[in-house]
């Protein structure tokens, strides 16, 4: 049974590229998260949809950040133009919405910004 | 404005012993809490969780426990395995919306 699948694991990119990161819930899911997790701040909740639609999208940093759900299947983050401060760990989780919120997390994509 | 926090950002502890992790809250509204655990290169695992209207909850080696009045949990390990050291994460929830996680907690085991 296939968790959370997150591409790439590891990204290492010039200031002022674009970056993706792309995300493939567990089928039957309904809600997917983006987090990013930094040393300061720990797992911050970026943007999170529910049924392919943005629900929640206060934890964005900036217009740079951008978070796409075309389907019930795929997910995208991109980041246009990177910075240096991008870099972090960013994941995926995914869940069936229900009154507890248990998430399941992917492995991870570890961004570097030079 | 970090509404899940967990002052202590490292605990070592001796095998065998308890480990205790704490984490404070700051939105009344919260009505379930959870801790993930956390290996390097690896996304949070779910770990133990407790609702509201309980205060504590156990399974196994690891036990939760909630003082709604003083917007506080704490995850005990008793005993303690080397196994166990990890970053671990407390996180809530306001009727099953999005998880609202603090910062971690570095717990290192020692053999």
């Known amino acids: 049974d296939a968790g959370v699948i997150q591409s790439p694991r590891h990204e290492v990119t010039e200031m002022g590229q674009e970056v993706t990161l792309r995300c493939k819930p567990i089928?039957?899911?309904?809600?997917l998260f983006w987090y990013r997790q930094t040393m300061m701040r720990g797992l911050e909740l970026l943007i999170y949809?529910?049924?392919?639609?943005?629900?929640?999208d206060s934890g964005m940093p900036e217009d740079r950040f951008s978070a796409k759900m075309p389907n019930a299947s795929f997910s995208t983050l991109k980041i246009q133009p990177s910075e240096p401060r991008d870099s972090a760990v960013y994941f995926c989780?995914?869940?069936?919405?229900?009154?507890?919120?248990?998430?399941?997390f992917g492995e991870g994509s570890r961004l570097t910004v030079l | 404005d970090q509404q899940v926090k967990q002052n202590s950002p490292s605990l070592s502890v001796q095998e065998g012993r308890i480990s205790i992790l704490n984490c404070d809250y700051t939105?009344?509204?919260?009505?379930?809490f959870l801790w993930y655990k956390k290996y390097p290169a690896e996304g949070p695992t779910f770990l133990i969780s407790?609702?509201?209207?309980?205060d504590k909850n156990e399974d196994g080696r690891f036990t939760v426990f909630l003082n709604k009045s003083a917007k506080h949990l704490s995850l005990h390990i008793v005993p303690s395995q080397p196994g166990d050291s990890a970053v671990y994460f407390c996180?809530?929830?306001?009727?099953?919306?999005?998880?609202?996680f603090g910062a971690g907690t570095i717990l290192r085991v020692k053999s």
């Open positions: 989780a995914s869940n069936i919405r229900t009154n507890t919120g248990e998430l399941f």
């Open positions: 089928s039957g899911h309904n809600s």
């Open positions: 949809f529910n049924n392919n639609v943005p629900i929640d």
């Open positions: 939105n009344s509204m919260f009505d379930y």
């Open positions: 407790i609702s509201s209207i309980k």
């Open positions: 996180a809530a929830s306001e009727y099953g919306n999005k998880l609202v």
